[in-house]
């Protein structure tokens, strides 16, 4: 087996167990999220409240796609909603 092989091996185990991470505690990463997003928003008087909160979207729908699918497990944050 080559490094290239090795790499991509170690790529999708480490991915399985993000996904399953995302998938088991959603809820708490979305709390994660809303908690680390408040804070920045915060610390700089709601001057990057636009950034800060497209920011905290990009990260869930990025964590939501981890798996390939928009099945709204990732907390309150359904994006199937109306669908």
Do not use: C, P
């Not at 170690?10 to 979305?30: L, R, Y």
């Not at 999220?33 to 990009?58: E, H, M, R, V």
Request: hydrophobic share 25%; net charge negative.
């Amino acid at each position: 087996m080559g490094f290239m092989d090795k790499a991509k091996d170690a790529f999708n185990n480490n991915k399985d167990k993000a996904t399953d991470a995302v998938n088991d505690h959603g809820d708490k990463i979305d709390s994660g999220l809303d908690k680390a997003a408040n804070f920045a928003d915060d610390k700089t008087g709601g001057k990057y409240s636009d950034q800060i909160n497209s920011g905290a979207d990009k990260a869930r729908d990025g964590l939501e796609n981890l798996d390939g699918q928009q099945d709204g497990d990732l907390g309150g944050q359904d994006n199937n909603a109306g669908k």
